[in-house]
């Protein structure tokens, strides 16, 4: 059961999180996760980036993300391996030094940040210009949330049927996703997601 405090929005665990996201992954059976723990060839580059938060940390050792491939309705995004996440940073140098790109647009630049040097990892996210703004206080927020919207766009909405024919969202699609992931991240931090995925 997850470990919730009520304030503004729910703190949650990050193993209870991953455990969530994990479970709806392989409800929808979407590929590219591998339950090993952090191995040891990775980069000194990549070791360092990821043990600088113990958030990223506990993700990348229970997951082992193997660019994990998202459909969202509109454009997909994908969430790094520990072998391409180093290289996923190109482009993405104006960022700070404790800001690391975790996934991307699948057609690049829209990147979601980790403040991996932050308390809890809050996670941002941006477009191809413009500042970084706040999607979640925390990773693990971030990481429900993620889950959250994957099984509404894949079980609800069968994936492509979020929008009408004339590619407006449909106000149904927009209720069901608010209901699910604003009290995780907060209102504020929803419009930013939703913007995010679907401005």
Known sequence: MLNLIFSEVIMIDVNEAIKKLVFILNKHSIAGMDSKTLPEDISDETRVKILSSYELH???SALKPNDIKIETGYSPIKI??????????SGYQSLSDDSLVIADDFGGGKPIIAHIESANTPVYANYDVGKPFKIA???PGFILCLA??????????????????????KGDFVNDLRFRVENIIGSSNFDAWFDYLYG
Do not use: K, M, P, R
């Open 148 to 169: 959250e919207t994957i099984d509404v766009v894949y079980g609800s909405f069968n994936i492509f049927d979020i929008a009408d024919y004339d590619d407006v969202i």
């Open 137 to 139: 206080n925390d990773f």
């Open 58 to 60: 506990e993700f990348y």
């Open 80 to 89: 790094f391996s520990l072998d391409t996440i180093i290289a996923a940073q």
